[in-house]
């Protein structure tokens, strides 16, 4: 495999590598975005509501998918830097076949569930015909979603992010066309809006196929040869990525109960914490784009024997992410009718969520390094302290919320500052683990 990630990086040169990958997840963030707009616009409120109800489902797609992506990536970067191109090819192609057998799974067991799970989680007997329609759609095209992120983290991993820049502005395109055309001159509704964006993933996969095919020697890769399972090689990456399937499957649930808390102030509450939530996804998916980066060059810093420079790289992806964060919530704050206008027509709903951006904003002060933290003891390939972690921040997260939000009853502003209690606990004990913690002598 390619060492290119082995070089030394500057604080100018490693702005230029992740950014390609900055971009690529905030246009990623942006097809349920699309998706919102699109459906709120030319179909209804239902619809949206409809979308909102069963995106979960997705995001465990999306989660199990980065779990893989994470665990087999930290095994890539590692070997590359150690010089072992065969074991990080083998790496490769094991988790490609697995991508596509789980994509599969979700992909059947979905759709023949899709009535009970819209339930569960929710659905009255208005919005179930709209939230069937959307989640088949969605999980019929499961396999090229993980297939997706994972030949663009593969990218990153190989040094060259901007190629999976390229092929997600294309797929984002297309999902903001495809959705226009399905949904308005051909009147497919909520409908039309699942296609478009999964075949906008489709493409990317595609022409992610069709890169390397042309570009890369597929024999180096042994891309030229049906993938095999290698039962070693396929523990190695699940002792990794299982720490962090359960990780974010907890995480999901905490950010459901969240939700659940608000609810009980009321409906008026419940909507600003929904507009609030759409709000932070760029800001979110910059930070989190430089932290999935940092744990990427932590592996193969790692791999190489180069530990000394782990400090002073998560110190300039820390650095980086403020460059870029810090002006979108400045002028989140200054503008704030401007961006919630985006979201609601209603005067008063605009005015009653502001002080709740103010205080979300204020929580990325914390939410910046505590996520290049995280991500950078999951670089490390010690997953399961990551999880240990991340177990101890929910469950003081969920007290945090329960107390405040359910007992006390705090206004929904308020509320939000869970996100502050969540970014400084984790800052912690990921600081203290990277420096105090054994983590140079990992084996993975």
């Known amino acids: 495999m390619s060492h290119s990630l082995s070089k030394k990086f500057t604080f100018g040169s490693l702005l230029l590598f992740a950014l390609p990958t900055t971009v690529m997840m905030v246009v990623m963030s942006l097809y349920t975005i699309v998706d919102g707009v699109f459906v709120s616009r030319f179909v209804s409120t239902n619809a949206l509501s409809s979308v909102n109800i069963v995106y979960p489902v997705i995001n465990i797609v999306l989660g199990i998918s980065v779990m893989l992506s994470t665990g087999s990536n930290a095994i890539v970067a590692k070997k590359m830097g150690e010089g072992r191109p065969d074991s990080a090819r083998e790496t490769f192609t094991t988790i490609i076949l697995l991508n596509i057998i789980i994509g599969l799974v979700f992909a059947v067991l979905g759709n023949l569930a899709a009535v009970p799970l819209s339930r569960m989680l929710g659905a009255s007997d208005l919005l179930l015909k709209d939230c069937v329609t959307y989640l088949r759609w969605q999980l019929a095209f499961a396999p090229s979603l993980m297939l997706q992120i994972q030949f663009q983290m593969f990218f990153v991993t190989e040094g060259k992010p901007g190629i999976g820049l390229f ?141 000394d420079c782990v400090r002073g790289t998560i110190k300039q992806h820390i650095r980086i992410g403020y460059i870029f964060v810090l002006p979108i919530l400045v002028f989140f704050c200054l503008f704030p009718d401007l961006i919630l206008r985006i979201y609601t027509d209603i005067p008063d709903l605009r005015a009653a969520s502001v002080p709740s951006l103010w205080v979300l904003c204020s929580a990325y002060l914390v939410l910046v390094p505590a996520n290049v933290y995280f991500q950078s003891v999951s670089g490390t390939g010690n997953t399961r302290t990551a999880l240990a972690m991340e177990l101890c921040v929910l469950a003081i997260y969920v007290t945090y919320s329960a107390y405040f939000i359910m007992y006390l009853r705090m206004d929904v502003a308020f509320a939000w500052t869970t996100e502050c209690v969540y970014g400084i606990f984790t800052l912690m004990f990921c600081y203290w683990y990277m420096k105090k913690g054994n983590w140079q002598k990992k084996q993975i």
């Open 167 to 307: 092929l997600t502005l294309l797929a984002g395109i297309a999902n903001a066309v495809l959705d226009y055309v399905l949904i308005v001159p051909m009147g497919m509704g909520i409908a039309g809006a699942a296609i478009g964006s999964s075949l906008a993933e489709l493409v990317s996969v595609i022409f992610f196929i069709i890169y390397t095919w042309k570009r890369i020697d597929c024999r180096k890769y042994a891309l030229n040869i049906l993938p095999k399972f290698q039962g070693k090689t396929l523990k190695r990456i699940l002792n990794v990525s299982v720490w962090t399937m359960i990780q974010n499957f907890v995480s999901l649930s905490t950010w459901f109960m969240f939700f659940l808390f608000v609810e009980h102030l009321g409906e008026r509450s419940l909507a600003i914490a929904n507009i609030i939530r759409n709000v932070s996804g760029i800001p979110f998916m910059i930070a989190m784009a430089f932290a999935s980066t940092c744990g990427s060059l932590v592996s193969n810093l790692i791999g190489a024997g180069e530990q």
